[in-house]
């Protein structure tokens, strides 16, 4: 019996390109070993995962039990103390709550932070996480209500108001 991926067409690609693609893989491995030791001798490093565009990226955070930031790097970029991603958020109770996302649209590295953003806050016990959305967020509400729709949160807009809320119950 077949499997299913022999079935499939394979993509052919250019000796030239598989080249590339393996140099580009193996420097982002040793960049990856170098920002590792840079990151960790300040930060709890949770996961290595890779973006939408197959990118490597380091996911660390800062906890000191009142607030929390998971960040992100590229490990096509060395760590020079600041990252390129990340979400910060207030303890509040029994939730936490997100108070500002800041880096680059469109890079993946959001839907990476919050998978793990959400894990993270499974495995403490943290039952949800909240958040605002703001008056200055509003030429872009569409765009936030979609990212935070596809990642399992109820968002509720007052367009009136230029508010929003959203809510995500850990299972």
Same mark, same amino acid.
């Given at each position: 019996?077949?499997?299913?991926?022999?079935?499939?067409?394979?993509?052919?690609?250019?000796?030239?390109?598989?080249?590339?693609?393996?140099?580009?893989?193996?420097?982002?491995?040793?960049?990856?070993?170098?920002?590792?030791?840079?990151?960790?001798?300040?930060?709890?490093?949770?996961?290595?995962?890779?973006?939408?565009?197959?990118?490597? =990226? =380091?996911?660390?955070?800062?906890?000191?039990?009142?607030?929390?930031?998971?960040?992100?790097?590229?490990?096509?970029?060395?760590?020079?103390?600041?990252?390129?991603?990340? =979400?910060?958020?207030?303890?509040?109770?029994?939730?936490?709550?997100?108070?500002?996302?800041?880096?680059?649209?469109?890079?993946?590295?959001?839907?990476?932070?919050?998978?793990?953003?959400?894990?993270?806050?499974?495995?403490?016990?943290?039952?949800?996480?909240?958040?605002?959305?703001?008056?200055?967020?509003?030429?872009?509400?569409?765009?936030?209500?979609?990212?935070?729709?596809?990642?399992?949160?109820?968002?509720?807009?007052?367009?009136?108001?230029?508010?929003?809320? =959203?809510?995500?119950?850990?299972?």
């Amino acid at each position: 019996m077949a499997t299913a991926f022999l079935a499939e067409p394979k993509e052919n690609k250019d000796k030239q390109v598989l080249v590339n693609e393996y140099e580009d893989l193996e420097f982002q491995m040793l960049r990856m070993q170098e920002n590792m030791k840079e990151i960790s001798r300040h930060y709890r490093i949770l996961a290595i995962d890779q973006t939408k565009n197959e990118d490597w =990226i =380091i996911l660390y955070t800062a906890d000191d039990g009142e607030s929390c930031r998971l960040m992100a790097h590229s490990c096509k970029e060395p760590f020079r103390g600041h990252w390129e991603f990340s =979400i910060h958020a207030s303890y509040y109770q029994d939730e936490l709550h997100i108070d500002d996302i800041r880096g680059e649209a469109d890079r993946g590295f959001g839907s990476v932070c919050m998978n793990h953003l959400k894990e993270y806050t499974s495995r403490q016990n943290i039952p949800f996480v909240t958040g605002r959305i703001s008056a200055r967020d509003w030429d872009h509400t569409d765009r936030l209500s979609y990212f935070y729709r596809k990642h399992g949160f109820n968002v509720v807009l007052d367009d009136k108001n230029k508010s929003g809320s =959203i809510f995500f119950e850990n299972n």
